[in-house]
């Protein structure tokens, strides 16, 4: 999710363990975090974020399904209706040889059709930049960011403060 | 509560069962023809498959261990109890053998010596498919089988009364294990060539064993589904939750898609080669069988398919029974249909032969053109045996491994 020209604070933890007891603190605080970056999956994180399921797969049984509906219709009329051939003494339309190729299909349009998309979501892609919170998210660090971008002083102390109380090694307030 | 009770009702119920496939088997052989086809191919069908359900359970029991995995550690002793069937099972498959000798049934064409001086490829094969391999075989391989079982079944127990940091009993354990992984996988194959394939002497398949291993595997794993389900409601494993059935969800939707590509490829691959001595086996089965035929396909692709492809459906014990249950009759139904037609022709040759009666041909025959209550009656006796000696089993050891080294990884298990 680009968060291009957006003010943040954010703070880095050590260890997950850590990350998540924060992420606790701030729900019990009620203060909304922003996002959540780890260089590693976090069991449990989706959770505590209340972060709705993925409705990626939707749209991978969508493109799946095309893609079978393109193999089987494609295949039917080009050896049944446009240019029948007899192949090893099969009738024209012999639909066990075009299973094969549906389900290389269907897996082929599902993996380029979710990937494309998780892409598109995502605003990534070749030649995008997107800004990068702190170099060391995807190494070994674990990070909290918060929203300032029409943030007080007041809230902006508020979260330094609260980062400082659950463990974080690191501060900083920027601009992506 | 980690000591399962097994009592009163519960073990009623499995007695009545077995009753049930008692009566349903004197029944069978009584109103059965001369040979009794009827009566022993049900025997064969229904043997084979519990016997395979408990090999299957030994299997991913090593596959677990040897892969250092300890997801299933919580409910590993269910595993365990299903692979110690493998005693009931060696007897099971030693009746079928002992008729071989005894001449008492004509389920396979190549155990008839007329049969076999007349006929050039039943005498080719006749050095693998003679009575003599088939219950060395049988004794032989499902000795070793039963070895392991009781090895890694003992040494897991040992593991709970004198397990320590050493992990001694655990190191033990993996040797059996990956032992028992080729060992298992090779002579399996060699077991179903001789105990299902073979009712069609003539014909032969060479994915056919992974075909039976995938349609067992998927029983076994719905039969698990549902008896870990039961165990919960009673009160039973506290620590198995939704995580471990997902799991196990997935493994049921996994070798659902493995057992159609199997059973596909056999098919496009006959149907293509166009040999007549490979198509007679799906000739017969579309020309006599083909409701069962496409209903096998039905039950056991298209339902765990659309019904297990979402996340929450893995997740929730109705639809989890509900495609258990199908998965388990459905095959079931897999193994009548591979079984059902050869026994059938070589019951025909055999009675026409001795002039007892005209080949029927083609008609209807009952308990071979359908599954009739009969079948599903020896069908429920053979589970109520299963289920008894799996229970048995399974009130004989602490219902959790309270040493395992692999314990809390299993009950903080997250999907």
């Not at chain 2, 008492?104 to 006749?126: F, M, R, T």
Request: charged residues 15%; aromatic residues 16%.
């Amino acid at each position: 999710m680009g968060y291009r020209n957006k003010k943040i604070v954010y703070g880095l933890y050590d260890d997950e363990e850590i990350l998540m007891d924060a992420v606790r603190q701030a729900n019990r605080s009620e203060m909304s975090i922003l996002d959540v970056f780890s260089p590693f999956p976090v069991h449990g994180i989706d959770d505590l974020l209340d972060l709705s399921e993925s409705r990626l797969h939707i749209g991978g049984f969508i493109y799946g399904m095309i893609g079978t509906l393109t193999a089987v219709l494609g295949m039917s009329w080009i050896h049944a209706m446009d240019w029948p051939n007899i192949f090893g003494g099969k009738p024209y339309w012999a639909i066990a040889s075009f299973i094969p190729i549906t389900f290389e299909l269907t897996v082929l349009f599902a993996a380029i059709g979710m990937t494309v998309t998780f892409y598109i979501i995502n605003g990534q892609g070749p030649g995008i930049k997107n800004p990068i919170v702190h170099p060391r998210i995807s190494d070994d660090k674990f990070c909290i960011a918060f929203d300032a971008d029409e943030a007080s002083e007041e809230e902006i102390s508020k979260y330094r403060s609260f980062f400082d109380q659950t463990g974080a090694s690191f501060i900083e307030t920027k601009k992506l | 509560m980690n000591q399962f009770k097994f009592e009163g009702k519960l073990k009623m119920t499995f007695l009545v069962m077995m009753l049930i496939g008692v009566v349903s088997l004197a029944i069978t052989f009584i109103g059965d023809d001369a040979v009794h086809s009827r009566f022993w191919s049900n025997i064969l069908h229904n043997s084979v498959f519990f016997t395979g359900i408990a090999m299957l359970a030994l299997f991913m029991l090593c596959a677990k261990i040897t892969a250092f995995s300890g997801w299933h550690t919580v409910f590993k002793r269910v595993w365990e109890s299903y692979s110690l069937f493998l005693v009931v099972g060696l007897v099971l498959m030693l009746i079928v053998a002992v008729g071989l000798w005894g001449h008492w049934h004509h389920l396979y064409h190549w155990n008839d010596a007329e049969a076999v001086a007349n006929d050039p490829i039943l005498q080719g094969k006749s050095g693998f498919l003679n009575k003599g391999w088939y219950t060395f075989g049988t004794i032989a391989i499902m000795g070793v089988w039963i070895l392991i079982a009781g090895r890694i079944r003992s040494l897991s127990k040992q593991e709970d009364q004198s397990g320590d940091s050493s992990f001694s009993y655990h190191r033990k354990m993996r040797i059996w294990a990956a032992a028992g992984l080729p060992i298992l996988g090779f002579t399996s194959a060699a077991m179903i060539w001789q105990w299902v394939m073979s009712v069609d002497a003539h014909w032969y398949s060479t994915l056919f064993a992974w075909y039976n291993a995938a349609s067992m595997m998927v029983a076994m794993v719905a039969l698990t589904i549902i008896c870990l389900i039961y165990l919960k409601s009673k009160g039973y494993l506290t620590q198995l939750n939704q995580e471990h059935l997902h799991d196990l969800g997935k493994y049921m939707f996994a070798f659902s898609i493995f057992w159609t590509y199997l059973w596909f490829s056999q098919y496009m691959l006959i149907w293509y080669g166009n040999i007549g001595e490979e198509t007679i086996y799906f000739k017969e089965r579309l020309d006599n069988y083909r409701f069962l035929f496409f209903l096998n396909l039905g039950i056991n692709f298209f339902l765990p398919f659309f019904v297990l492809m979402r996340n929450d459906t893995k997740r929730k014990y109705g639809t989890l029974i509900f495609t258990s249950i199908f998965l388990i009759l459905g095959h079931w139904l897999d193994f009548f249909l591979m079984l059902k037609p050869g026994i059938l022709h070589t019951t025909q040759e055999a009675l026409a032969h001795s002039g007892a009666v005209e080949h029927a041909g083609h008609a209807f025959t009952a308990g071979f053109s359908l599954p009739g209550f009969l079948e599903f009656g020896t069908m429920i006796g053979f589970l109520g045996l299963f289920l008894y000696a799996f229970f048995f089993n399974l009130s004989r050891a602490n219902l959790v491994p309270t040493r395992d080294p692999y314990l809390m990884e299993s009950v903080h298990h997250h999907v």
